[in-house]
């Protein structure tokens, strides 16, 4: 599919930060799709060994790690460092957000 049909009349006013922003918004929603995906797969599978008596999960240990990985000692979570990351350096910072919403929608 052509990115022109895709955007139409905005594509031109877009820009690179714009562009940027589409393509990146895009991936992620993709990226969020297949970990979603795998995520629910691989709770599946230690539901089922755990049924099945084969492991014992302690699930007070899960969510420790978990959030000590979402969450830093400073407070600030995953996706605000991802953010922080993506957009950092960037003087088109607006169109950049801009094109990431439409990328994500689209995605």
Known sequence: MDLSQLLGAAAPALGFGGLAGVVVGYTAKKITKLLALLLGLTFILVQVLAYQ???????????????QAWVDP???TLADRVWNVLTANLPFAGAFIGGFALGFKLG
């Not at 008596?53 to 959030?67: D, P």
């Open 53 to 67: 008596g084969l492991i014992t999960v302690n699930w007070g240990v899960v969510q420790s790690v978990a959030e």
């Open 74 to 76: 400073a407070g600030a």
